[in-house]
């Protein structure tokens, strides 16, 4: 049994980390603190195997704790792991200097805290294994009535026996550097001869046959590892656990956790260092592949938005030393969402990485290529000298993305819109250039599509264009342009309709159907989103209605709700104004909060929420997942429904971390009383899976395409039909 120890002062950390605690191995006990100064009391009588800490806490920061935690009696050397959500350096040199041996960063990443507790837990048995052999040994040579000459060659030849059993590199050392012995481990690594390793009195008189070299990863390490020695003489402490990188024989690289601690003999002097090395070498790969992960888009593996306006920052830097001009596009593909609602997200998903790919053919080998989100991408063109060379590139990109490509047996052609910005004319740093590039391409957009534009400082034509669209878009709510489309969402359980999601709409007189993206953003910069969002929410409840009007059985309708907007009185009064006017059950009205966009003002947006709660209206947060506010919104706002992310669910079958993540928020969700829809379902095989996990609802093409109401209240009929029928 492995006792682990979470210190936090909120509540919902340590139900978290305590969930993930006891997912590291069987037998774990966890014990949870809220108070470092109870947990410090408590531990002087109890000893941990691991223990987990906030850094910033109340009476006790992280590092104070530690530094207190390492002396009570037996906790030196038991493994402490702080969790900030700092980045400073500072505080991590704290911590260390208090004695931390790891750390996290906050919001934890699930898969990292249980590969790092996992590392530890096995590191601190391991040391506890030999420092007991050790005592029981050192028990049986004062017990013992043998000579002192057969009871030292028995109990080093047990003592090797056992160091042999353990999965770790032992090797211990001499004042003069001549290695006393080896485990199997450290023998194998070094092709050093099982003889020499397991009875080393034999050379006593000849300790340059067991010499520095035995063990040696080269002389660098060599000399670093006696150096360190010497500093354990010296000190006659061990030293904190340590990483270092070394080379084996066969020109591995190696990652290796270790610590040096002093051996005494029976007058208390210290005759030996040990050195016990973990190789974490998976592990490190493990975190690798996390940092890439955080910072490049799951599907293309293209640089992220994070990832590119870092790399934007560092190239200004050094662009403006250089005298060099560097260029930033930014490409949307033209009526995607149309092309990925007609053909399914599997296929649109395969569009997008082949676009991925004309655009690495395209760019040069010093660019970087990124996926911003959906269906944009950026490319940071640097190292040019004219602004023709810009265009040269867009224009190349152009051609090549709009080239007909076959996908499952349809000719497919799409086309895209760039905008250019160039520095350092057209703005000195990331921001400016991002926004200006963003302009330009809305600009090419609106003169047609399939054309890249540069950002010009007079934008009067770019301001025509926007008008028109505006003038556009406030005689499509005049002229009633606007239609909603339904999703249905089906409960796993009773496989019947659960409820829909509302999805607008623009039946544009020339452009035909048009989706949210090819006009919202405009509409939100021109003051008309509010406007337009109060018609999505009385359409949608008033179509709620009419489906009961007509007979078939009351159904809740969902609309997104602007997170923006949430938190003000305007919002509470609307909804219940119009529930009011349309006689709608507000059990059957739910508000879905996009998870990814930030709420200015957390407190009011609750107080707006738990006065709907209260009414009766419903709250879903959608996307979940894809943001830094999944546990704040839970937290604070009165939550019925969690939608996760299609991100998670698309390769939910292959991705184990995908499939770790869905895990978790169904756990989460459910432990909350909260019910779970996972988004995207277009497969029998993500359905089976999330059935497994024990999702309750699903939504996405497997069910349903999004549905004009006509169809939708047919396939309600049929429902009903098969219900009376059953």
Same mark, same amino acid.
């Given at each position: 049994m492995s006792l682990i120890a979470i210190l936090d002062d909120r509540l919902t950390n340590r139900n978290i980390y305590a969930r993930l605690a006891a997912a590291l191995e069987t037998n774990i006990e966890v014990v949870t603190f809220d108070d470092p100064l109870v947990?410090?009391?408590?531990?002087?009588?109890?000893?941990?195997?691991?223990?987990?800490?906030? #850094?910033?806490?109340?009476?006790?920061?992280?590092?104070?704790?530690?530094?207190? #935690?390492?002396?009570?009696?037996?906790?030196?050397?038991?493994?402490?792991?702080?969790?900030?959500a700092y980045d400073d350096r500072s505080f991590r040199l704290q911590a260390l200097e208090a004695g931390a041996t790891d750390f996290l960063q906050s919001p934890v990443d699930h898969a990292e805290f249980i590969t790092r507790g996992r590392n530890l837990l096995r590191m601190h048995r391991q040391h506890r294994i030999?420092?007991?052999?050790?005592?029981?040994?050192?028990?049986?040579?004062?017990?013992?009535? +043998?000579?002192?000459?057969?009871?030292?060659?028995?109990?080093?030849?047990?003592?090797?026996?056992? *160091?042999?059993?353990?999965?770790? #590199?032992i090797s211990a050392a001499d004042r003069d550097g001549h290695i006393v012995f080896i485990n199997a481990s450290q023998s194998e690594l070094t092709d050093h001869g099982a003889p020499d390793r397991r009875v080393p009195d034999q050379y006593a008189d000849?300790?340059?046959?067991?010499?520095?070299?035995?063990?040696?990863?080269?002389?660098?390490?060599?000399?670093? $590892?006696?150096? +360190?020695?010497?500093?354990?003489?010296?000190? %006659?402490?061990?030293l904190q656990a340590f990483e270092q990188e070394v080379t084996d024989q066969q020109g591995r690289r190696r990652i290796l956790l270790t610590t040096k601690s002093p051996l005494r003999d029976g007058s208390g002097d210290i005759g030996s260092v040990l050195t016990t090395s973990l190789d974490i070498t998976e592990r490190k790969r493990a975190e690798q592949h996390l940092q890439h992960v955080a910072s490049h888009d799951p599907l293309t593996d293209l640089p992220n938005r994070a990832l590119l306006r870092e790399r934007l920052q560092h190239r200004l830097s050094r662009g403006g030393r250089a005298e060099r001009l560097i260029a930033l596009h930014y490409l949307d593909l033209d009526r995607f969402k149309e092309v990925n609602d007609q053909m399914g997200h599997h296929l649109g998903d395969i569009l997008l990485k082949t676009v991925s790919a004309h655009l690495i053919a395209c760019a040069g080998k010093q660019d970087t290529v990124a996926r911003i989100g959906g269906d944009e991408f950026a490319i940071l063109q640097t190292q040019i000298d004219h602004p023709d060379q810009a265009a040269e590139l867009a224009a190349r990109i152009i051609a090549r993305i709009s080239q007909p490509s076959m996908q499952n047996g349809q000719e497919i052609t799409i086309s895209g819109s760039i905008g250019i910005t160039i520095f350092p004319t057209d703005g000195t740093d990331t921001e400016e250039l991002i926004r200006n590039a963003d302009l330009a391409m809305y600009q090419a957009k609106a003169e047609?599509?399939?054309?890249?534009?540069?950002?010009?400082?007079?934008?009067?034509?770019? *301001?025509?264009?926007?008008?028109?669209?505006?003038?556009?878009?406030?005689?499509?709510?005049?002229?009633?342009?606007?239609? !909603?489309?339904?999703?249905?969402?089906?409960?796993?359980?009773?496989?019947?309709?659960?409820?829909?999601?509302?999805?607008?709409?623009?039946?544009?007189?020339?452009? %035909?159907?048009?989706?949210? %993206?090819?006009?919202?953003?405009?509409?939100?910069?021109?003051? !008309?989103g509010g406007e337009i969002d109060d018609w999505v929410l009385r359409r949608a409840c008033l179509d709620?209605?009419?489906?009961?009007?007509?007979?078939?059985?009351?159904?809740?309708?969902? =609309?997104?709700?602007?997170?923006?907007? *949430?938190? @003000?009185?305007?919002?509470?009064?609307?909804?219940?104004?119009?529930?009011?006017?349309? %006689?709608?059950?507000? $059990? +059957?009205?739910? +508000?879905?909060?996009?998870?990814?966009?930030?709420?200015?003002?957390l407190d009011a947006a609750a107080r707006v929420l738990n006065q709907m709660r209260l009414l009766g209206v419903r709250l879903a947060i959608d996307d979940f997942g894809t943001g830094y506010s999944s546990l704040n919104y839970v937290r604070s706002f009165p939550v019925n429904r969690l939608k996760i992310d299609q991100s998670f669910i698309r390769n939910l079958r292959t991705d184990v971390?995908?499939?770790?993540? =869905?895990?978790?928020? *169904? $756990?989460?969700?459910?432990? !909350?009383?909260?019910?779970?829809?996972?988004?995207?379902?277009?497969? =029998?095989?993500?359905? @089976?899976?999330?059935?497994?996990?024990g999702c309750d609802e699903i939504q996405g093409f497997y069910f349903s395409r999004p549905l004009p109401t006509d169809a939708l209240q047919a396939m309600l009929r049929r429902?009903?039909? $098969?219900t009376h029928l059953g």
């Open positions: 947990a410090l009391d408590h531990l002087q009588t109890v000893q941990p195997d691991l223990v987990v800490t906030d #850094f910033k806490m109340p009476h006790l920061d992280g590092a104070e704790f530690t530094r207190r #935690f390492r002396s009570c009696p037996g906790c030196a050397d038991i493994p402490v792991v702080v969790i900030t030999i420092e007991t052999r050790a005592r029981d040994l050192e028990l049986e040579l004062k017990n013992s009535e +043998l000579s002192h000459q057969k009871l030292m060659r028995d109990s080093r030849e047990a003592l090797a026996q056992v *160091i042999d059993t353990v999965p770790a #590199f000849q300790p340059e046959r067991l010499g520095s070299g035995a063990v040696s990863f080269g002389n660098d390490y060599q000399q670093r $590892s006696r150096s +360190l020695d010497l500093l354990v003489f010296k000190s %006659g402490k061990p047609g599509r399939n054309s890249y534009r540069f950002f010009v400082t007079d934008m009067n034509e770019r *301001i025509s264009r926007i008008q028109r669209i505006r003038r556009e878009l406030r005689q499509a709510l005049r002229s009633n342009e606007f239609v !909603l489309h339904y999703q249905p969402q089906m409960n796993l359980l009773t496989g019947r309709i659960a409820g829909v999601e509302a999805l607008l709409r623009w039946n544009h007189p020339v452009d %035909g159907l048009l989706a949210p %993206g090819d006009f919202l953003v405009i509409a939100e910069q021109g003051g !008309l709620a209605m009419i489906w009961q009007k007509n007979g078939l059985q009351p159904i809740a309708v969902g =609309v997104n709700l602007s997170p923006v907007r *949430i938190g @003000t009185l305007r919002t509470q009064e609307l909804i219940t104004t119009v529930l009011h006017e349309t %006689g709608l059950d507000p $059990s +059957l009205l739910e +508000l879905e909060l996009t998870e990814h966009e930030l709420v200015d003002d971390n995908d499939a770790a993540i =869905v895990r978790n928020i *169904i $756990s989460l969700a459910h432990d !909350l009383n909260i019910t779970v829809v996972a988004e995207g379902v277009e497969t =029998v095989e993500q359905l @089976t899976h999330l059935a497994g996990e429902e009903l039909a $098969s």
